[in-house]
């Protein structure tokens, strides 16, 4: 047993010695994306014997998720060419789990571009922008419409959709640990724009609500910076996931919850992708051009003279703060967010 163990122990540490090379090599190669890219181009275009038309969204968790509806109206656009989406290697995975391309390239370099005519496969580059990436006018459509605009093209539907199989789920709920005996309620505190921000505080009092009422698994995702601190790391009856989840696993647990509670951001676009009910905390922009289209969504927000002021002419505030202090995210009450909450999850355990 000895002697034919040695072969095996001998090619085990020799894949741990290369496997980290290869690793590196093979995210190298990535980001020499005008060495990869043509190979996995022609590649996707020899397997489905089509030219190509491309997509091209690079960045932003919700954005991408929205233009996911945009892929069906491209294919009716152009029949006979295969759908190509174009993004970061990051958040590659939203485009797999929709299956609303042929197929979906990763970039690690966000300049990433492909022009119409490259190598004899691409016939159309659509590069999706909205509205509001330009300065001084705030968005006056839903996203999921203002984004189809920047490729002149009509959905014939605006939900986007992922399908997460259940294995990853499975894997998702072992990897983490995950209650099968509880349900399970994911709260997105941030931190993101000042502007869209809720105070910490409100956040622990929902949470404290939130445990006090219902027999919920809490858990917390969004950023926590290395080196740099955040009032929202340190909240008490949570489990905290933030920045420990992959994409895919992002989308599999919000798909196995039963409650989404977010600031204005990328979740709450996967919460109406998977068709788990969310509440959105909403201020200087307006819920109706960002909750999910067709899925159960609930925007709260303060009754204040500047609210969504985002949608104004010019915009009435910056990333970084607001001539008003963000009062619209200060004023909304814990007792507005939990019954929007009530709303959702029913009659809690002490009704």
């Given at each position: 047993?000895?002697?034919?163990?040695?072969?095996?122990?001998?090619?085990?540490?020799?894949?741990?010695?290369f496997?980290?090379?290869?690793?590196r090599?093979?995210?190298?190669?990535?980001?020499?994306?005008?060495?990869?890219?043509?190979?996995?181009?022609?590649?996707?275009c020899?397997?489905?014997?089509?030219r190509?038309?491309v997509?091209?969204?690079m960045?932003?968790?919700?954005?991408?998720?929205c233009?996911?509806?945009?892929c069906?109206?491209?294919?009716?656009?152009?029949p006979?060419?295969?759908?190509?989406?174009?993004?970061?290697?990051?958040?590659?995975?939203?485009?797999?789990?929709?299956?609303?391309?042929?197929?979906?390239y990763?970039?690690?370099s966000?300049d990433?571009t492909?022009?119409p005519g490259?190598?004899?496969?691409?016939?159309?580059?659509?590069?999706?922008t909205?509205?509001?990436?330009?300065?001084?006018?705030?968005?006056?459509?839903?996203?999921?419409?203002?984004?189809?605009?920047?490729?002149?093209?009509?959905?014939?539907?605006?939900q986007?959709r992922?399908y997460?199989?259940?294995?990853?789920?499975?894997?998702?709920?072992?990897?983490?640990?995950?209650?099968?005996?509880?349900?399970?309620?994911?709260i997105?505190?941030?931190?993101?724009?000042?502007?869209?921000?809720?105070?910490?505080?409100?956040?622990?009092?929902l949470?404290?609500e939130l445990?006090?009422?219902?027999?919920?698994?809490?858990?917390?995702?969004?950023?926590?910076?290395r080196?740099?601190?955040?009032p929202?790391d340190?909240?008490?009856?949570?489990?905290?996931l933030?920045?420990?989840?992959?994409?895919?696993?992002?989308?599999a647990l919000?798909?196995?919850?039963?409650l989404?509670?977010?600031?204005?951001s990328g979740?709450?676009h996967?919460?109406?992708?998977?068709?788990t009910?969310?509440?959105?905390l909403?201020?200087?922009l307006?819920?109706?051009?960002?909750?999910?289209p067709?899925s159960?969504?609930?925007?709260v927000?303060?009754d204040?003279?500047?609210?969504?002021?985002?949608h104004?002419t010019?915009v009435?505030?910056?990333?970084t703060?607001?001539?008003?202090?963000?009062q619209?995210m200060?004023?909304l009450?814990?007792?507005?967010?939990?019954a929007?909450?009530?709303d959702?999850?029913g009659k809690?355990?002490?009704?």
């Open positions: 047993m000895a002697r034919s163990a040695s072969p095996m122990l001998k090619s085990i540490v020799s894949a741990c010695f496997y980290p090379l290869l690793r090599w093979y995210f190298h190669l990535r980001s020499l994306d005008g060495l990869y890219f043509p190979l996995w181009l022609l590649f996707h020899v397997r489905l014997r089509r190509a038309v997509l091209r969204r960045e932003a968790l919700g954005d991408v998720v233009c996911l509806p945009i069906a109206a491209v294919r009716e656009k152009h006979g060419l295969a759908v190509i989406f174009v993004t970061s290697v990051t958040l590659r995975p939203i485009v797999t789990l929709s299956t609303a391309a042929n197929g979906a990763g970039s690690t966000s990433f492909v022009r490259y190598l004899g496969l691409v016939e159309k580059v659509y590069n999706i909205a509205t509001d990436n330009k300065e001084g006018a705030g968005p006056a459509t839903h996203l999921v419409d203002d984004l189809a605009a920047s490729c002149d093209v009509r959905l014939t539907e605006r986007p992922l997460p199989p259940p294995s990853l789920e499975e894997k998702t709920r072992r990897k983490f640990n995950l209650p099968r005996n509880r349900p399970l309620a994911v997105n505190p941030g931190p993101t724009w000042a502007v869209r921000n809720w105070p910490s505080d409100s956040w622990q009092t949470v404290n445990n006090n009422n219902y027999d919920v698994e809490i858990i917390q995702i969004g950023l926590k910076r080196m740099v601190s955040s929202y340190n909240l008490k009856g949570v489990r905290p933030m920045s420990l989840l992959r994409i895919d696993e992002l989308v919000i798909a196995m919850s039963r989404v509670v977010s600031i204005d979740p709450i996967v919460a109406g992708a998977v068709g009910p969310v509440v959105g909403y201020g200087a307006s819920p109706e051009l960002f909750l999910p067709k159960r969504g609930i925007g927000y303060a204040v003279p500047c609210l969504f002021c985002h104004k010019s009435g505030h910056w990333i703060c607001c001539a008003n202090d963000v619209c200060s004023s009450t814990p007792a507005v967010v939990f929007a909450v009530a959702v999850l809690g355990k002490n009704n």
